[in-house]
């Protein structure tokens, strides 16, 4: 469901999926190739969101003010992404929070049901895992695609077959 909200309607591309149970409101651009998936939420009423070229944002995730996912990114299912970025070709594992003027490196992983605390740098191409989010790993800098890049391959590619084949059946 695309909202309006104070006069600002969402904008999404052309190429771009946006699952109509998923909900976007105000403020808030998805980029070509981008898509939200069921029962996402993308509230852009105190700060714009951007989902730029490729990114996906999974079942259930919520980003919230301010929040930007750049090209190649994954937001797994029911993470939350509140006023952060999420650099190119990272991954926000399922169930991870990353919280306030936090920066998730390029290729980087945060693990599933991790919290990146407020303001912390997630280096590129690491792993963080726990409660504060830690750097446990570092990843394989000749790996290709990054665990990011592979979803957002994968979705780019759903996108189509939803498009396609997808119906609504009451």
Known sequence: ????????????????????????????????????WPNATLRGDHGRIELRRAANVQDGAVLHEDAVVEPEATV???????AATVAEGALVGMNATVLDDA?????????AGAVVTEGTEVPPRTLVTG??????????????????RFGANHYAALIDRYEETAERID
Do not use: Q
């Open 1 to 36: 469901m695309l909202r309006s909200l104070d006069g600002t309607e969402p904008e999404v591309a052309e190429s771009a999926y946006v699952d109509e149970s998923a909900v976007v409101v105000g403020d808030v651009v998805v980029g070509a190739d981008a898509s939200v």
């Open 76 to 82: 797994g299912h029911n993470a939350i992404v509140h």
């Open 103 to 111: 920066r998730v490196g390029a290729d980087a992983v945060v693990g």
């Open 131 to 148: 409660v504060p989010a830690e750097v446990t790993a570092e990843l394989d800098p000749d790996a290709d695609p990054s665990p990011g």
